[in-house]
């Protein structure tokens, strides 16, 4: 049986947090951001704001003028901490199978529930989005698909306050004429680099023709970027038996930290992961990236290599930590990220690669 998964987003989770705490600014234009006229920064608009114009990342002021009825409010970080967790836990009362993505957002495999709701994923969906509404008074979107990367597209044409199912059928007739922008996790950097090369679609994207520079620009993400598009399409053998050029994996803390112990456990999991994954594919590496982003959406990527060609534990997660180690600077961390590179497949280890670089 094919999985399928949901993924879960709070609509306006901030500015919807910020109408609880202070119902008086309900079914008004309202914001989370700085009061501060001259430098303040929006950071979550409602959506009645969003109706004048009114984005995140838009200077206070000129919000102002766009929406001179705005109400902007401070932060509440002890409310978006409380209804986060209240959140989560509605969820956890369905499945255990809940990987969190953000404060407001998850994914959810709800392969196994589907028996006790006539196999109709939007049966559950109803349900979990009402137990949402009726316990929290927030109202939430929800994507299914088969993969986490289209469910998390599904939720994007589900806002605001519905459910989108994308069936396989569904792929190319919605999804190809989309640009590689709107891909999950293909930041502007990377979109810029494929539209330099005019694969601007997802239908470029899976264009056989267009797989080398692809593979080239995507490097770790490759697989899991093109496989969800590949259901109908004539060419599903692009998922080739090539050697990938690495293998990693990044989350975003579910609140920002400059914790060194919580970051750290959170970069044990990652490590762990990807080097199951590394030799379960029976590649050998000699060369690792760490990658943060910072709460202010800073990104730096710091890359080392190791003394020899490894696919143990011990080797690969002890450079990573102390690569962690010496460089953390006690910033607020927003996401982590490892990515294992240069990699050779084990047959060819031999004793030249152990000994050297």
Same mark, same amino acid.
């Given at each position: 049986?094919?999985?399928?998964?949901?993924?879960?987003?709070?609509?306006?989770?901030?500015?919807?947090?910020?109408?609880?705490?202070?119902?008086?600014?309900?079914?008004?234009?309202?914001?989370?951001?700085?009061?501060?006229?001259?430098?303040?920064?929006?950071?979550?608009?409602?959506?009645?704001?969003?109706?004048?114009?009114?984005?995140?990342?838009?200077?206070?002021?000129?919000?102002?003028?766009?929406?001179?009825?705005?109400?902007?409010?401070?932060?509440?970080?002890?409310?978006?901490?409380?209804?986060?967790?209240?959140?989560?836990?509605?969820?956890?009362?369905?499945?255990?199978?809940?990987?969190?993505?953000?404060?407001?957002?998850?994914?959810?495999?709800?392969?196994?529930?589907?028996?006790?709701?006539?196999?109709?994923?939007?049966?559950?969906?109803?349900?979990?989005?009402?137990?949402?509404?009726?316990?929290?008074?927030?109202?939430?979107?929800?994507?299914?698909?088969?993969?986490? /990367?289209?469910?998390?597209?599904?939720? *994007?044409?589900?806002?605001?306050?519905?459910?989108? %199912? !994308?069936?396989? @059928?569904? #792929? +190319?007739?919605?999804?190809?004429?989309?640009?590689?922008?709107?891909?999950?996790?293909?930041?502007?950097?990377?979109?810029?680099?494929?539209?330099?090369?005019?694969?601007?679609?997802?239908?470029?994207?899976?264009?056989?023709?267009?797989?080398?520079?692809?593979?080239?620009?995507?490097?770790?993400?490759?697989?899991?970027?093109?496989?969800?598009?590949?259901?109908?399409?004539?060419?599903?053998?692009?998922?080739?038996?090539?050697?990938?050029?690495?293998?990693?994996?990044?989350?975003? /803390?579910?609140?920002?930290?400059?914790? *060194?112990?919580?970051?750290?456990?959170?970069?044990? %999991? !990652?490590?762990? @992961?990807? #080097? +199951?994954?590394?030799?379960?594919?029976?590649?050998?590496?000699?060369?690792?990236?760490?990658?943060?982003?910072?709460?202010?959406?800073?990104?730096?990527?710091?890359?080392?290599?190791?003394?020899?060609?490894?696919?143990?534990?011990?080797?690969?997660?002890?450079?990573?930590?102390?690569?962690?180690?010496?460089?953390?600077?006690?910033?607020?961390?927003?996401?982590?990220?490892?990515?294992?590179?240069?990699?050779?497949?084990?047959?060819?280890?031999?004793?030249?690669?152990?000994?050297?670089?």
């Amino acid at each position: 049986m094919n999985k399928i998964f949901f993924h879960i987003d709070i609509d306006a989770f901030f500015a919807s947090v910020a109408e609880i705490v202070f119902p008086k600014y309900k079914n008004q234009p309202l914001a989370v951001g700085s009061l501060n006229s001259r430098t303040g920064i929006i950071s979550s608009p409602n959506y009645i704001a969003r109706s004048f114009g009114v984005k995140a990342a838009m200077p206070s002021f000129l919000a102002m003028k766009l929406c001179p009825k705005l109400i902007i409010v401070e932060h509440t970080g002890w409310a978006y901490e409380r209804y986060s967790k209240q959140f989560f836990s509605i969820i956890k009362s369905y499945t255990n199978n809940c990987e969190i993505a953000s404060i407001d957002e998850c994914f959810i495999d709800v392969t196994d529930l589907l028996k006790d709701h006539h196999n109709n994923p939007k049966l559950l969906a109803i349900k979990i989005q009402k137990h949402i509404y009726n316990s929290l008074d927030l109202k939430v979107s929800i994507g299914i698909a088969k993969s986490k /990367l289209l469910a998390k597209m599904a939720t *994007e044409l589900a806002k605001l306050n519905g459910i989108f %199912i !994308l069936d396989t @059928d569904d #792929i +190319k007739p919605i999804m190809y004429n989309k640009e590689v922008a709107t891909i999950p996790y293909i930041g502007p950097k990377t979109a810029s680099l494929l539209y330099k090369q005019n694969i601007k679609t997802i239908k470029d994207l899976v264009n056989e023709q267009n797989q080398s520079i692809v593979q080239d620009i995507l490097g770790a993400s490759y697989y899991s970027t093109i496989n969800p598009f590949l259901a109908h399409h004539e060419n599903n053998d692009l998922t080739v038996n090539r050697v990938a050029k690495s293998i990693g994996r990044s989350t975003t /803390l579910a609140f920002d930290s400059n914790d *060194e112990a919580t970051i750290v456990k959170e970069l044990k %999991i !990652l490590i762990k @992961d990807t #080097i +199951k994954r590394l030799k379960k594919a029976h590649l050998w590496t000699n060369n690792i990236s760490l990658t943060i982003k910072y709460a202010d959406f800073k990104t730096k990527t710091k890359t080392q290599n190791l003394r020899f060609f490894s696919n143990d534990y011990d080797v690969i997660a002890n450079k990573i930590l102390k690569l962690f180690r010496n460089w953390y600077d006690g910033e607020w961390v927003r996401l982590i990220g490892i990515s294992l590179n240069n990699l050779i497949d084990e047959s060819l280890v031999n004793e030249q690669f152990l000994l050297f670089d």
